[in-house]
């Protein structure tokens, strides 16, 4: 029943690419076929289960494929599995190995035939990899990434994507086997692929965190010692030393990265590693009573032990992490609301974003100030002083821009004075420090769009009166008037009072001959009067 359900679905397939032919030769697009099933199939998610469907050949060598990732995910809470997981790559590959000999029909194009070797060398270098026979696995991957190399390289740039893109998911593959065989260069190359990935998933995930968690470990039994502004301190906790030694390739590849979501992943991953790393060291100084009781005795001066000092350190990195974090997220969210709104239905940036992102920042630099070591840190305190002036007048920006929104142009005015009067505090206070700066946002910029924003809210007022020109000798003065403040009071219709003041001159008409005459007549002038007599 499988096998009528392929040939069923094999053969429209196939007749297709034949009408598609000029000279009749028979094609399939094995690469695109696959990455468009793994996104349609539940692969976007890593529901790999879901991808185990039948289409022709290459179906069954992804549907096996599948199933060998979905037991490669389960066999790290069951070691069992991985047997079962070797012999699914082994029939993934066979089934490659039966594509790439049906394609070799001379009635299947040369394309194809290319993708069906790159594919099944692919497939191959998976079981080999997993075998951990590193020389062979290498050489399918080489060949897999010569094949697809040379298939981007002849056709235009948008089908050279997928190609491209292929290359760059072995790429990681070759470089672990190089370093497996021997390439003690190959770890400079794998450490930035993952950094550049932002801590993704993917096969060669856990391999490559192993790997590398492992080199620096190796690194981190040569360290003994960190210096910070000045003091030399030892580091004994093998955590911190890990996270220390890496913390340069993090913030190189934050640098490094393209766009601002990889950015932001990097930032979330070393925030991450820092906070564990400070646990370990916040649980080493509660363990050691000595050190506090040593701490408690050096209290009086003021010099915190070596211990405390790394854990500020540590504190310190956490901290400056997420100002730049925010500082960055703040610098993409001001790119967006100076564009065009487009959709009115959909709710783009406004100030209120940033000015919690801001808040952030000051909290931050609140902390910073704050860290145990540093309070006869003059120079130290004098810098977060300094940079939390800047975010404060950033801050205040977009606050005011958050009532020129809802036109407070008397409030938003003064708010950018409080901006311009932050600012010019920053410029004399940064004379004395040359590099305190580097880091922090332009405060040149802001003073240029704080003036800008000023003089539209003063000519705001004018749009009252646009349809009439005034001579006005004292906008000719020194010191024009643009706005009179607080603006003159002006006459604006009421709302009306009704008060019922006509019944009081209003005369009735009599009604005397309406009204019955009482003590006339009785009963008998009535029944007179029933029967018609009394007329």
């Not at 590959?93 to 040369?110: F, I, T, W």
């Not at 050096?298 to 032990?305: C, I, M, R």
């Amino acid at each position: 029943m499988a096998a009528e359900q392929q040939n069923e679905m094999k053969i429209p397939q196939m007749e297709e690419n034949k009408e598609n032919s000029i000279d009749g030769s028979l094609g399939l697009e094995i690469l695109q076929i696959i990455k468009d099933s793994q996104q349609q199939h539940g692969l976007r998610h890593g529901d790999y289960q879901r991808y185990r469907h039948l289409l022709l050949v290459l179906m069954e060598a992804e549907r096996a494929w599948s199933y060998a990732m979905q037991l490669k995910q389960e066999a790290n809470t069951e070691p069992r599995k991985r047997f079962h997981l070797l012999a699914r790559l082994r029939k993934a590959a066979k089934h490659g190995e039966q594509l790439e000999k049906l394609c070799e029909s001379p009635r299947v194009d040369a394309k194809t035939k290319l993708e069906a070797q790159a594919y099944t060398a692919y497939l191959n270098g998976m079981v080999q990899f997993e075998l951990q026979e590193w020389k062979s696995a290498m050489e399918a991957f080489n060949k897999c990434k010569t094949i697809y190399e040379k298939l981007a390289s002849a056709f235009t740039e948008e089908q050279a994507v997928l190609y491209h893109q292929r290359v760059e998911e072995i790429s990681p593959n070759i470089r672990y086997c190089a370093y497996n065989i021997g390439d003690q260069n190959a770890i400079n190359d794998l450490m930035q692929m993952r950094l550049s990935a932002g801590g993704g998933g993917g096969m060669m995930a856990e391999k490559l965190e192993a790997l590398i968690t492992q080199t620096r470990a190796k690194q981190a039994a040569v360290m003994s010692e960190v210096e910070w502004r000045g003091r030399t301190v030892p580091v004994k906790i093998d955590k911190a030393r890990i996270f220390l030694l890496g913390l340069a390739d993090n913030e190189a590849a934050i640098i490094q990265a393209d766009n601002e979501e990889t950015k932001e992943r990097l930032y979330e991953s070393l925030l991450a590693e820092c906070r564990d790393t400070i646990q370990a060291v916040r649980e080493e100084l509660r363990t050691d009573v000595k050190q506090r009781e040593r701490a408690a005795e050096g209290a009086d001066s003021g010099k915190v032990s070596n211990l405390q000092y790394l854990h500020s350190y540590l504190t310190y990195i956490k901290l400056w992490t997420v100002v730049r974090r925010n500082e960055s997220m703040a610098h993409a969210l001001q790119a967006k609301l100076k564009e065009p709104q487009t959709d009115e239905n959909k709710r783009g940036p406004r100030p209120q974003d940033l000015i919690r992102l801001y808040d952030i920042i000051l909290q931050s630099l609140a902390e910073l100030s704050s860290l145990q070591g540093l309070e006869e840190d003059h120079t130290f305190q004098k810098e977060v002083a300094l940079k939390t002036l800047v975010y404060k007048a950033y801050r205040c920006f977009y606050i005011a821009q958050s009532y020129v929104l809802v036109k407070k142009w008397s409030e938003a005015l003064v708010l950018y004075e409080r901006v311009l009067k932050y600012t010019r505090e920053v410029q004399s206070k940064a004379k004395s420090f040359n590099n305190s700066l580097k880091d922090l946002p332009d405060v040149q910029e802001l003073i240029a769009e704080v003036s800008a924003e000023k003089y539209s809210l003063q000519a705001a007022p004018l749009s009252d009166r646009l349809d009439h020109f005034r001579l006005d000798p004292t906008l000719l003065s020194k010191q024009p008037n643009l706005v009179q403040f607080p603006p003159d009071f002006q006459p604006i219709p009421c709302k009306p009072l009704f008060f019922d003041l006509a019944l009081n001159h209003v005369a009735f008409p009599p009604l005397d001959d309406k009204v019955e005459q009482k003590g006339k007549g009785g009963i008998t002038g009535y029944f007179r009067g029933f029967f018609g007599f009394g007329s």
